[in-house]
Nanobody, 121 residues
């Protein structure tokens, strides 16, 4: 079972950039695609981005295309989310998780603590 640990969230001003980190450990992270999800207050958890651990192919939610970039560092089993041009509507708790292929379906029912991102005007 892949175990994930998110970090890097904080409060930032609209227009700022932020990079989130996720350490993936446990059973063979190479066999997974990994992704980022987020949950805003009062809303359901939603897909943000995913990446193939094998070939680096990516997928993004329309709301973040062109602003967010998902990155991986295989040698360190690290996943990142580079977030640029942040907007108040990006405020949420961000989670990383294995995904079913490079797409929006999480391949787990177990979620970590997440990391809080708050964007203020």
């Amino acid at each position: 079972q892949v175990q994930m640990g998110e970090s890097g969230g904080r409060s930032v001003q609209a227009g700022d950039s932020l990079r989130l980190s996720c350490g993936a450990s446990g059973h063979s992270s190479k066999s997974y695609a990994l992704g980022w999800f987020r949950q805003a207050p009062g809303k359901e958890r939603e897909f943000v981005a995913a990446i193939s651990w094998i070939d680096g192919s990516t997928a993004y939610a329309d709301s973040v295309k062109g602003r967010f970039t998902i990155l991986k560092e295989n040698s360190k089993n690290m996943l990142y989310l580079q977030m640029n041009s942040l907007k108040p509507e990006d405020t949420a708790v961000y989670y990383c998780a294995p995904t079913v292929g490079v797409g929006p379906t999480p391949a787990t029912h177990h979620w970590g603590q997440g990391t809080q991102v708050t964007v203020f005007t």
